[in-house]
C-alpha cells in the first residue's frame, strides 16, 4: 500500500495564481480585440470622414459640378469679392470709350420728319425751308400697337332653280384657327424662350389682345413639332458629317423619371436629344457613321469613338487636377505639378490663337510638355495613391485622345463649346422640371435645335418657324436652315 502523498499549500497557490494569470490573458485578449475593433472602426470613419471632407470641398473649380451649385463663398471668391474693395465708383471710369446708339440708315426709317428754323437767330427775319445735306439726325423708336387679324370665312349656301341646295367649298378649311405665325409666335415664347404655357397665354393677350387657352397652345406646339421635323433631320445630317463636332451631356427629367439629355455642336449646326439613359447602346445610334474628331470629356458612354479621332476636355482636366492639389502629401504634390503643366498647355495654345507662336512653333514647344504630364501621371500610378492613381490610370488611358488639338489644326482642347449649348437648356429643366411626355420631348429638342441653328446661321428664328408652318399649311417643301433665302436671314 502506497503511502499517502501530503498536499503542499503551494499548489493551491499556483493553481489559484495560474487561473487568474489565464483570466487576465482573456480580459487582455478581449481588450486587444476591442482595440483592434475600435481602430478599424476609426480607420472607417477617418476614411469617411476625408471623403466627406472632399466631397464638402467640391465646387465647379475641382469638380463635374456646375457654377450654379457653388456656396456662397466659392462664389465671391470665383467672382473676385475677396479682394480688397475699390475705391473707384460704380459705372464708367474716366476715359472709357462710350458705347452710343448707333443711327438706322435711311432706308430702315419708316418715318422722316424734316425740322426747319423759322426765323434766324441774329436778324429775326423769316427762313426758307432749305434742306442741309448736314443735318443733324436723331431717331425715335417705338413698337406700334399689336391688334390680332382674325379672317372669318362664311360658306353660303344658295338653292338652285331646281331646288337643290349648294354650299360652297373651302379646299383650304384651315386645320387650326390660328394662323403660321401665330402658331410660331407661341413656340417662340415656349420652346425658345422658355415661358410656361400658362405665362405665354398672358403675354399674348397682354401684348396683342389674342385670347388662347392653355390647351391650345400645347395643340400648337405639336403642330409646330411636326412641321419643323424635316428642317431638323437635315441639322442632324450635317452634324453627323461635321470634320468636328463637341458632345456632352446632362440630366432631364419627364413625368418625373430620370432621363438624358445630349447634345452635338459644331461651327454652324447643332442638335439636341433626350433619351432615356446615358448609356453606350443609347448614344451610339446618335452620332451615325462616327465620323470626324468627337471632343468630349472622359464619359466611359463615348468610349465607342476611336480614341485616336477624340479630344479629351482639358477644362475637365484642370478641375480634377486642382482636386488633386487640394490634397495633402504626395497626391497635393502630384496635382500641383500636374496643374503647372496644365497651365504651360494653355498658355501656349492662347499664344498660338492669338497669332504670337506660328504651328510648327506651338508644336515644338509642346513636345516637351506632353512628356512631362505623362510621366507625371504615370508617376501618380505608380504611388497608389487612394483617389488619385484611379483617376489618372484613367488618364493615361485616354493619351491617344489628349493632344489632338496639338496634332490636328482646327481642334479646340476644350469642350466649352458644348457646354454654352446645354446651358440654355439646363436652365429650362431648372424651371419647368422636365416636360411630361415623349410629344413634349420631341417639342423641346426640335425647337432647341432650330433656334441654336438659325443663330449660327444668321437666320430670323421667328420668321424661319413662320416659313414652317407655311409650308406644313401649303403641303410643299420645309425650308432650310442652311440653305434660307434673303427673307429668312436675321
Same mark, same amino acid.
Given at each position: 500500500?502506497?503511502?499517502?502523498?501530503?498536499?503542499?499549500?503551494?499548489?493551491?497557490?499556483? +493553481?489559484?495564481?495560474?487561473?487568474?494569470?489565464?483570466?487576465?490573458?482573456?480580459?487582455?485578449?478581449?481588450?486587444?480585440?476591442?482595440?483592434?475593433?475600435?481602430?478599424?472602426?476609426?480607420?472607417?470613419?477617418? &476614411?469617411?470622414?476625408?471623403?466627406?471632407?472632399?466631397?464638402?470641398?467640391?465646387?465647379?473649380?475641382?469638380?463635374?459640378?456646375?457654377?450654379?451649385?457653388?456656396?456662397?463663398? +466659392?462664389?465671391? %471668391?470665383?467672382?473676385?469679392?475677396?479682394?480688397? &474693395?475699390?475705391?473707384?465708383?460704380?459705372?464708367?471710369?474716366?476715359?472709357?470709350?462710350?458705347?452710343?446708339?448707333?443711327?438706322?440708315?435711311?432706308?430702315?426709317?419708316?418715318? $422722316?420728319?424734316?425740322?426747319?428754323?423759322?426765323?434766324?437767330?441774329?436778324?429775326?427775319?423769316?427762313?426758307?425751308?432749305?434742306?442741309?445735306?448736314? @443735318?443733324?439726325?436723331?431717331?425715335? $423708336?417705338?413698337?406700334?400697337?399689336?391688334?390680332?387679324?382674325?379672317?372669318?370665312?362664311?360658306?353660303?349656301?344658295?338653292?338652285?332653280?331646281?331646288?337643290?341646295? $349648294?354650299?360652297?367649298?373651302?379646299?383650304?378649311?384651315?386645320?387650326?384657327?390660328?394662323?403660321?405665325?401665330?402658331?410660331?409666335?407661341? @413656340?417662340?415664347?415656349?420652346?425658345?424662350?422658355?415661358?410656361?404655357? /400658362?405665362?405665354?397665354?398672358?403675354?399674348?393677350?397682354?401684348?396683342?389682345?389674342?385670347?388662347?387657352?392653355?390647351?391650345?397652345?400645347?395643340?400648337?406646339?405639336?403642330?409646330?413639332?411636326?412641321?419643323?421635323?424635316? @428642317?431638323?433631320?437635315?441639322?442632324?445630317?450635317?452634324?453627323?458629317?461635321?470634320?468636328?463636332?463637341?458632345?456632352?451631356?446632362?440630366?432631364?427629367?419627364?413625368?418625373?423619371?430620370?432621363?438624358?439629355?445630349?447634345?452635338?455642336?459644331? +461651327? $454652324?449646326?447643332?442638335?439636341?436629344?433626350?433619351?432615356?439613359?446615358?448609356?453606350?447602346?443609347?448614344?451610339?445610334?446618335?452620332?451615325?457613321?462616327?465620323?470626324?474628331?468627337?471632343?468630349?470629356?472622359?464619359?466611359?458612354?463615348?468610349? #465607342?469613338?476611336?480614341?485616336?479621332?477624340?479630344?479629351?476636355?482639358?477644362?475637365?482636366?484642370?478641375?480634377?487636377?486642382?482636386? #488633386?492639389?487640394?490634397?495633402?502629401?504626395?497626391?497635393?504634390?502630384?496635382?500641383?505639378?500636374?496643374?503647372?503643366?496644365?497651365?504651360?498647355? #494653355?498658355?501656349?495654345?492662347?499664344?498660338?490663337?492669338?497669332?504670337?507662336?506660328?504651328?510648327?512653333?506651338?508644336?515644338?514647344?509642346?513636345?516637351?510638355?506632353?512628356?512631362?504630364? %505623362?510621366?507625371?501621371?504615370?508617376?501618380?500610378?505608380?504611388?497608389?495613391?487612394?483617389?488619385?492613381?484611379?483617376?489618372?490610370?484613367?488618364?493615361?488611358?485616354?493619351?491617344?485622345?489628349?493632344?489632338?488639338?496639338?496634332?490636328?489644326?482646327?481642334?479646340?482642347?476644350?469642350?466649352?463649346?458644348?457646354?454654352?449649348?446645354?446651358?440654355?437648356?439646363?436652365?429650362?429643366? &431648372?424651371?419647368?422640371?422636365?416636360?411630361?411626355?415623349?410629344?413634349?420631348?420631341?417639342?423641346?429638342?426640335?425647337?432647341?435645335?432650330?433656334?441654336?441653328?438659325?443663330?449660327?446661321? /444668321?437666320?430670323?428664328?421667328?420668321?424661319?418657324?413662320?416659313?414652317?408652318?407655311?409650308?406644313?399649311?401649303?403641303?410643299?417643301?420645309?425650308?432650310?436652315?442652311?440653305?434660307?433665302?434673303?427673307?429668312?436671314?436675321?
Amino acid at each position: 500500500m502506497p503511502w499517502p502523498v501530503a498536499q503542499d499549500w503551494r499548489d493551491g497557490r499556483i +493553481a489559484e495564481l495560474e487561473a487568474a494569470l489565464a483570466a487576465s490573458e482573456a480580459r487582455n485578449a478581449a481588450k486587444d480585440a476591442r482595440i483592434a475593433d475600435l481602430e478599424q472602426r476609426v480607420a472607417e470613419l477617418s &476614411k469617411q470622414l476625408a471623403e466627406l471632407a472632399e466631397k464638402l470641398g467640391q465646387n465647379s473649380r475641382n469638380s463635374h459640378r456646375p457654377p450654379s451649385s457653388d456656396p456662397p463663398a +466659392a462664389r465671391r %471668391q470665383r467672382r473676385g469679392k475677396g479682394k480688397s &474693395k475699390s475705391q473707384r465708383k460704380r459705372g464708367a471710369q474716366p476715359g472709357h470709350r462710350p458705347a452710343l446708339r448707333g443711327l438706322l440708315p435711311p432706308e430702315e426709317v419708316d418715318e $422722316t420728319v424734316h425740322l426747319f428754323p423759322s426765323h434766324c437767330e441774329g436778324c429775326a427775319k423769316p427762313l426758307p425751308e432749305v434742306p442741309d445735306a448736314n @443735318a443733324m439726325r436723331f431717331q425715335v $423708336t417705338e413698337v406700334p400697337l399689336v391688334k390680332p387679324h382674325t379672317t372669318e370665312y362664311r360658306r353660303h349656301a344658295v338653292r338652285c332653280s331646281c331646288g337643290h341646295l $349648294t354650299c360652297a367649298v373651302h379646299d383650304q378649311q384651315p386645320a387650326s384657327p390660328f394662323g403660321p405665325r401665330l402658331m410660331a409666335l407661341v @413656340a417662340l415664347l415656349t420652346g425658345v424662350y422658355h415661358l410656361s404655357r /400658362r405665362k405665354a397665354a398672358e403675354l399674348l393677350s397682354d401684348l396683342a389682345g389674342v385670347r388662347i387657352s392653355v390647351g391650345a397652345i400645347s395643340n400648337m406646339e405639336a403642330r409646330v413639332s411636326a412641321a419643323v421635323q424635316p @428642317a431638323v433631320e437635315v441639322v442632324w445630317e450635317r452634324v453627323r458629317e461635321a470634320e468636328v463636332k463637341h458632345t456632352d451631356g446632362t440630366s432631364w427629367f419627364q413625368s418625373g423619371l430620370s432621363r438624358a439629355l445630349w447634345t452635338i455642336a459644331t +461651327a $454652324t449646326a447643332t442638335v439636341f436629344k433626350i433619351v432615356v439613359d446615358g448609356s453606350k447602346q443609347t448614344l451610339a445610334p446618335l452620332y451615325g457613321a462616327l465620323h470626324g474628331i468627337l471632343v468630349s470629356d472622359r464619359a466611359k458612354s463615348l468610349n #465607342f469613338w476611336a480614341m485616336e479621332h477624340r479630344q479629351i476636355c482639358w477644362a475637365h482636366l484642370v478641375r480634377k487636377f486642382v482636386s #488633386f492639389a487640394e490634397r495633402d502629401g504626395p497626391a497635393g504634390s502630384l496635382g500641383r505639378e500636374l496643374l503647372d503643366y496644365t497651365g504651360l498647355v #494653355f498658355e501656349y495654345w492662347h499664344d498660338y490663337k492669338d497669332g504670337k507662336l506660328s504651328r510648327d512653333r506651338f508644336i515644338a514647344w509642346m513636345a516637351p510638355v506632353r512628356l512631362q504630364v %505623362q510621366a507625371a501621371l504615370q508617376r501618380a500610378v505608380d504611388a497608389q495613391l487612394g483617389h488619385v492613381s484611379g483617376s489618372c490610370a484613367d488618364v493615361l488611358a485616354h493619351a491617344p485622345a489628349l493632344w489632338t488639338f496639338v496634332d490636328r489644326e482646327g481642334i479646340d482642347p476644350t469642350n466649352n463649346h458644348a457646354e454654352r449649348e446645354l446651358r440654355a437648356f439646363v436652365l429650362w429643366r &431648372k424651371r419647368s422640371f422636365g416636360t411630361q411626355s415623349e410629344r413634349g420631348n420631341l417639342f423641346a429638342e426640335r425647337l432647341m435645335t432650330v433656334a441654336h441653328t438659325a443663330r449660327k446661321q /444668321r437666320c430670323h428664328v421667328l420668321t424661319f418657324l413662320t416659313a414652317c408652318c407655311q409650308a406644313q399649311l401649303d403641303d410643299g417643301p420645309s425650308p432650310s436652315l442652311f440653305e434660307a433665302p434673303a427673307a429668312l436671314s436675321a
